[in-house]
Every structure is written in structure tokens, then in C-alpha cells.
């Protein structure tokens, strides 16, 4: 039995070296250019970095992977460990909009990991190269395009000797409520995530023999844990093939991964709220007919809240397409649990809770229930604490989400104070003197358990207190988007400031679809009146801003801190002066 995903570098190079375990989307049409990497070529390219690593001394150290989207981050991936090499995934500045805030997340990386080597893409490596001389910090680590090593080099490898408690990689978080952090992964948190993954989304022999092998379709950023655990080391683990494509490409043509799935007929496929809703604004009638989604069983959906009124509208608008309703799969999972925690049964509808049942009666009971993320893995346990008594909720009491398991990852990378409050949580004695035995992680979510279903609800960092209420910021952003169809979905940020003599209140800063500038003064009051109608509360302000404005991370979440602090500072692309109540 393999012990690591290292050992099945062997296992399936010599049980299948001709399948394909990757084909990648070039230009991401399906009828485009495409790559595709054997199980063979896989494991001779991973070996030949592996090879280059060990020859330089570089096993026990890090090293930071920055390639453009493609296969080969696949193969430096494993190449890191199967050298004993801990990989550190990260995002290439150039070629990107932001550039200069790439560019220092990347050097701030670079140096939390203390990162001996970099590997990449040829054009990513120029770049870094004629960066150096500006870089001081980034002068003195070796640099190295991977597509440059020759395959002949696997000959060299050595097998690294890992044992589980070594660290496979750092998965930096993507910092929605604080700065990056890197979450050290094991080889076995990972081993036993991919087996919680597979278990919950029911990847079974059978299903991959129903697929013919094809298991995902996926464009999700792979130096994010959605992207890398689940369509790119799910797929090696289980020996399966999937096709993958560029974010960019995604969101430029959102068309394009529904086409895939159409095209490539995978048993799963998914992403964040905000991919359904992307996928949904362009279905023409026109385009859903020429979509087959028949072989689409399971359509994951976490990373951000789950709205209802998207699964709903997802369902119908492509069951014409062969679409099942019992297809859409919300989940929940974070970086610190590897990745998976809970997920529904396969073959079932979602679980909904109306607006009543959730404790939230003032919301619209058709877009506001709140969506049941499954159950825990086997072998994950989940609580639902008090977070500032530490004592066990019972079951519907809302309050912090408490993980236990082998998949909880070891802690942060050399911040013990950080890994002692987050990695090593334990309850306190209830009312009868009772308590849950064990060491929890902390995972800052807020939810409840209802018959063992887990519900999350929002972000405890972000909860709103307003007249002595608890408001959830996610409520207030549907509330709002509902208001006008100019507003984008998935855009809009809700935080609180200082009313002076009234306190803390509500303030929403919204992106619009192009130049509404015109019409900003009906969508604010559109806004207001709904605001008000569904939470029950005075909006402070409501700030219009361009497509593209407010800040998220790689996975799509909302930064509503960094919104809020661009709004105190003044600096969001306003379309006009805000509107003051």
C-alpha cells in the first residue's frame, strides 16, 4: 500500500504508463491545442527534477514553484517530493494586472519560506532574471527552468525516504482576514485528505470505470488547495485523468468550462459561487443547447459562501442540458485541514434550511436558507464551539467551527504562537462537567450542526455587531445584489465603520456591470430600501465602484477588510461621490 503519494510515481508508471494522466486546454477551447502527460512521461519528468534537486543538495529544503498554468507545475510539484524537497506554490507576477502586488507577495513568500530554489516556467525564470538586480533578497537563490532538465536525469534519482510526518508543502493561505500564512502539509495529512476527498465525492472504481477514467474538468488555480488537492493530486492518486485549462482563460470566456464538461464528459467538475454565477450570465439558449452535461455527476461548489438561489438557478437553467438537480455538491474544506472537511452525500440534493429554520426570518425564504455543507469525513470530527468560552454548542446553536483528524495539517511555518492558538484548541468543561477530549483546529468559520449536516455561516472576523445584533456580512451582500441587475454577483463587500453617536454602521461598496455612473443614485436607493427590508438596518453608506475593484483572494473570496480599509483611505474607483444617508 502506498505510503505516499511518491510511491505511487512507480505504481502507476508501471501499471499504466501509456494512460493519460493530464491533458491541458492551451488556449482553453475545447477544440484548441492540447497537451497531454502519460502516467509514464509524468513520472520520468517528476524524477528528473527530483534528480536535480538531490544533485544540489536541495532535499530538505524549499522551493517555490511560480509557473504560468500548464503541466508542468505538475511535475515540479512532484518532483519536490519525491527529492524531499518541500514545495511552496506561488503565483508569477508577470503577465498579470496587479503586477506589483504579485510581485511582493511573491518576495514576501520567497523569504517567509526561507525558499532555496525556485523553479518555473522558461518565460517566468527570464523574468525573475531581470528582476534580480533589483531584487537584493532574490539575487542569491538559485533559479532553474524546469522544461530545461532533461529527461535523462531520472536516472539519477534516489528515493527520498519521507515518512508521514514530513512536509510535502507549505500552502501559503490566500490572507482574506489576515496576512499569508504557510500551513505545513504533510505527506500524511495529505494521504489521508485524498482519501477523505475520495470517499465523500464517491470516486469509487466503479464510477472511474463508468467514465472511462475521466474524472475532472477543471481551470481552478492550482497553487490553490481547491485546485492542487482535489482535479490535480486526486487525480494522480487514483491513477484517473483530468483535463485542465487556465483561470484567465475562464474568466475571460466563462463558456469555456462548461464546454469542456460537455466535451470531455468528466464524473466531477466544479468551484466557488462565484463560477456558477459567471456560468449562468452567459447561457444563452443557444449554448445550452449544444451542451451534453448528462455525464456530469458531481458538481462541487465551496471556498465562499453557497447561495441557494444559485443552485436553484444553476439546476434549471442547464437541466435542459442533462443537468441533474442531485448533481450540485456544496462542500466545505480550508487549507489548514489539507482541504476537504464535509461534503453531502453523492446522489442526493443539497441539504436547505429555510430563512426560519437558519435564524435568520427577516431574509427572503427563497434566495436566503442557509445550504447544508455535508457531513464530516470518516475519520474527520467536527464541533461547533463557543469562541470565547470554548465550551461545546449543541446541536442548531451557531458558533465556531472546530476540526479534528489526520488530515489537519501540522501548524503554521515557524510561527508558533499562531500554531498554538489555531492548531492546539481544547474545550472546556460544559455545565455538567463534561468536555470533548482532543486538540482542535480553530478554523475562524462560523456554523452549526443540525443532525450531523454542518452549516456554515460566515467568518467570525467578519461578523457584524449593529444594534446590538449579530449580522452576518454575506446577508447584507445578497440583500444588496438582489437590488438592481446592475450589479455584478459575487461583488459587493459589507463591513462596518464608526457612526459616531450611532455607533457601528453598515456600509456596502458594490461593483457594476460597466459605466452606471448615470444611475448610480437609483441603484444606491435600490439598495438601501432592500438592505433595509431583508436585515432590517440603515446602510450608512453605498459606494458604486468599477468591475475589478474590490479586492479578493485566489479563491475568489471577498477581502472585506481590505475593502474597508480602501474605502477609509479613500483609494476604491469610485463612479461617483458616495451617497451619505
Known amino acids: 500500500m502506498a505510503r505516499s503519494l511518491v510511491d505511487l510515481l512507480t505504481e502507476h508508471a508501471d501499471r499504466q504508463p501509456d494512460r493519460t494522466a493530464y491533458r491541458f486546454l492551451v488556449t482553453g477551447e475545447s477544440d484548441g491545442e492540447v497537451r497531454e502527460l502519460s502516467y509514464r512521461a509524468l513520472a520520468t519528468r517528476s524524477r528528473a527534477i527530483a534528480a536535480w534537486l538531490q544533485d544540489r543538495g536541495l532535499a530538505g529544503s524549499r522551493a517555490?514553484?511560480?509557473?504560468?498554468?500548464?503541466?508542468?507545475?505538475?511535475?515540479?510539484?512532484?518532483?519536490?517530493?519525491?527529492a524531499g524537497v518541500t514545495a511552496v506554490p506561488g503565483v508569477p507576477p508577470q503577465g498579470r494586472s496587479d503586477n506589483r502586488r504579485a510581485l511582493n507577495r511573491m518576495r514576501r513568500l520567497i523569504d517567509d519560506a526561507d525558499a532555496g530554489v525556485v523553479l518555473g516556467g522558461r518565460e517566468t525564470i527570464a523574468a525573475l532574471d531581470g528582476m534580480a538586480a533589483h531584487l537584493p533578497d532574490l539575487a542569491d537563490v538559485p533559479r532553474v527552468a524546469t522544461e530545461d532538465i532533461p529527461d535523462e536525469a531520472a536516472a539519477s534519482w534516489r528515493e527520498p525516504g519521507v515518512g508521514e510526518g514530513d512536509l510535502a508543502f507549505l500552502?501559503?493561505?490566500?490572507?482574506?482576514?489576515?496576512?499569508?500564512?504557510?500551513?505545513?502539509?504533510?505527506?500524511?495529512?495529505?494521504?489521508?485528505?485524498?482519501?477523505?476527498?475520495?470517499?465523500?465525492?464517491?470516486?469509487?472504481?466503479?464510477?472511474?470505470?463508468?467514465?472511462?477514467?475521466?474524472?475532472?474538468?477543471?481551470?481552478?488555480?492550482?497553487?490553490?488547495?481547491?485546485?492542487?488537492?482535489?482535479?490535480?493530486?486526486?487525480?494522480?492518486?487514483?491513477?484517473?485523468?483530468?483535463?485542465?485549462f487556465s483561470p484567465l482563460h475562464f474568466l475571460q470566456r466563462p463558456d469555456r468550462w462548461l464546454t469542456a464538461v460537455s466535451r470531455y464528459r468528466p464524473y466531477s467538475s466544479g468551484g466557488p459561487n462565484f463560477a456558477y454565477e459567471l456560468a449562468l450570465k452567459h447561457a444563452t439558449p443557444a449554448f445550452v443547447d449544444g451542451l451534453d452535461l448528462s455525464a456530469w455527476k458531481l458538481a462541487f461548489n465551496g471556498a465562499e459562501p453557497v447561495r441557494p438561489a444559485t443552485l436553484r438557478r444553476f439546476a434549471d437553467t442547464f437541466g435542459p442540458a442533462g443537468f441533474r438537480r442531485d448533481a450540485l455538491y456544496p462542500c466545505y474544506g480550508l487549507a489548514e485541514a489539507t482541504l476537504m472537511v464535509s461534503g453531502g452525500p453523492v446522489d442526493a440534493p443539497p441539504v436547505l434550511l429555510d430563512a426560519a429554520e437558519a435564524g435568520r426570518p427577516r431574509l427572503d425564504p427563497a434566495d436566503a436558507a442557509a445550504v447544508g455543507c455535508g457531513r464530516p469525513g470518516e475519520g474527520v470530527t467536527v464541533a461547533v464551539a463557543d469562541p470565547?468560552?470554548?465550551?461545546?454548542?449543541?446541536?442548531?446553536?451557531?458558533?465556531?467551527?472546530?476540526?479534528?483528524?489526520?488530515?489537519?495539517?501540522?501548524?503554521?511555518?515557524?510561527?508558533?504562537?499562531?500554531?498554538?492558538?489555531?492548531?492546539?484548541?481544547?474545550?472546556?468543561?460544559?455545565?455538567?462537567?463534561?468536555?470533548?477530549?482532543?486538540?482542535?483546529?480553530?478554523?475562524?468559520?462560523?456554523?452549526?450542526?443540525?443532525?450531523?449536516?454542518?452549516?456554515?455561516?460566515?467568518?467570525?472576523?467578519?461578523?457584524?455587531?449593529?444594534?446590538?445584533?449579530?449580522?452576518?456580512?454575506q446577508d447584507l451582500e445578497l440583500a444588496a445584489e438582489s437590488a438592481h441587475p446592475a450589479l455584478r454577483p459575487g461583488c459587493t463587500a459589507a463591513f462596518s465603520v464608526d457612526g459616531g453617536a450611532e455607533g457601528e454602521r453598515p456600509v456596502l461598496v458594490a461593483e457594476t456591470e460597466g459605466d452606471m455612473a448615470g444611475e448610480a443614485e437609483k441603484i444606491a436607493d435600490a439598495v438601501r430600501a432592500a438592505v433595509g427590508d431583508a436585515c432590517g438596518l440603515p446602510v450608512h453608506d453605498v459606494v458604486l465602484v468599477r468591475p475589478g475593484t474590490i479586492p479578493k483572494t485566489s479563491s475568489g473570496k471577498i477581502q472585506r477588510r481590505a475593502t474597508r480599509t480602501a474605502y477609509l483611505g479613500g483609494t476604491l474607483a469610485v463612479l461617483e461621490a458616495p451617497v451619505m444617508s
Not at 517555490?64 to 519525491?82: I, N, S
Not at 475521466?214 to 481551470?219: A, D, G, N, P, T
Not at 450542526?449 to 457584524?464: C, I, P, Q, S
Request: negative net charge; charged residues 20%.
Open 64 to 82: 517555490m514553484l511560480l509557473y504560468p498554468p500548464g503541466l508542468e507545475f505538475v511535475c515540479g510539484f512532484l518532483g519536490c517530493l519525491a
Open 171 to 244: 500552502q501559503y493561505t490566500s490572507g482574506s482576514t489576515s496576512a499569508p500564512r504557510g500551513v505545513m502539509v504533510t505527506h500524511g495529512n495529505l494521504m489521508d485528505n485524498e482519501r477523505v476527498l475520495t470517499r465523500q465525492m464517491g470516486h469509487t472504481p466503479e464510477i472511474l470505470a463508468e467514465h472511462a477514467d475521466e474524472l475532472f474538468v477543471s481551470w481552478l488555480p492550482v497553487y490553490h488547495d481547491m485546485g492542487l488537492i482535489a482535479p490535480v493530486l486526486n487525480t494522480f492518486y487514483l491513477g484517473a485523468t483530468s483535463t485542465l
Open 388 to 473: 470565547e468560552r470554548k465550551v461545546e454548542l449543541a446541536d442548531g446553536e451557531t458558533g465556531e467551527i472546530w476540526v479534528a483528524g489526520a488530515s489537519v495539517a501540522k501548524g503554521y511555518w515557524r510561527n508558533a504562537v499562531a500554531t498554538r492558538e489555531t492548531f492546539r484548541a481544547a474545550f472546556a468543561p460544559g455545565p455538567d462537567g463534561t468536555r470533548r477530549e482532543g486538540r482542535f483546529l480553530r478554523t475562524g468559520d462560523l456554523g452549526f450542526l443540525r443532525g450531523g449536516e454542518l452549516f456554515v455561516t460566515g467568518r467570525l472576523k467578519d461578523l457584524m455587531v449593529l444594534d446590538g445584533r449579530n449580522h452576518y456580512p
